[in-house]
């Protein structure tokens, strides 16, 4: 940040990646607590067709697993939590949009208010959504992860 800089408010970002189409569902809101997941989560619930299973990949952040959270994911059988570590592959994906959104419109960005960064994070979203969206491509060898890991367990055994 420069010397003159000045922070007119923050925003918290929920994002989901659609990695069938590199899509991303997203949405504006002023706090990140469990009442502000369910609405996210219940925007998702609306935008996608009644007959198709939703996957979601999470971190295991506390909002995520909070008690209001696991009642409605009891109440909506079509949905399955995948809750895997902070640093895995997968949200690697989410994280590399938040990284593009960060480079190209946030990080020389000026922005007088709250509603004027929200315009600019959604109007980014809108152009990515409908020019640069690609499906997810798995790219890593799993003989290399296996083979990594079974590395990582005969280190750990050699300590012991």
């Not at 998702?44 to 996957?55: L, Q, S, T, Y």
């Not at 959104?101 to 922005?111: A, N, W």
């Amino acid at each position: 940040m420069t010397h003159d800089y000045k922070r007119h408010g923050t925003t918290t970002l929920f994002a989901a990646l659609n990695v069938l189409t590199g899509e991303v569902t997203a949405q504006n809101m002023a706090r990140h607590r469990h009442q502000e997941f369910l609405r996210f989560l219940n925007q998702i619930e609306r935008c996608v067709p009644a007959d198709k299973a939703i996957h979601v990949i999470l971190d295991n952040y506390c909002t995520h697993k909070h008690a209001n959270v696991r009642a409605w994911l009891a109440r909506h059988p079509r949905w399955t939590f995948h809750f895997i570590p902070t640093s895995s592959s997968w949200l690697n994906a989410v994280e590399g949009f938040f990284a593009k959104l960060t480079r190209r419109r946030l990080k020389h960005g000026v922005f007088r208010s709250v509603d004027d960064l929200k315009t600019a994070i959604t109007r980014f979203i809108e152009q990515h959504n409908t020019c640069e969206a690609r499906p997810f491509t798995w790219r890593a060898d799993p003989d290399k992860i296996i083979a990594a890991r079974n590395r990582g367990f005969q280190l750990l055994d050699s300590i012991h």
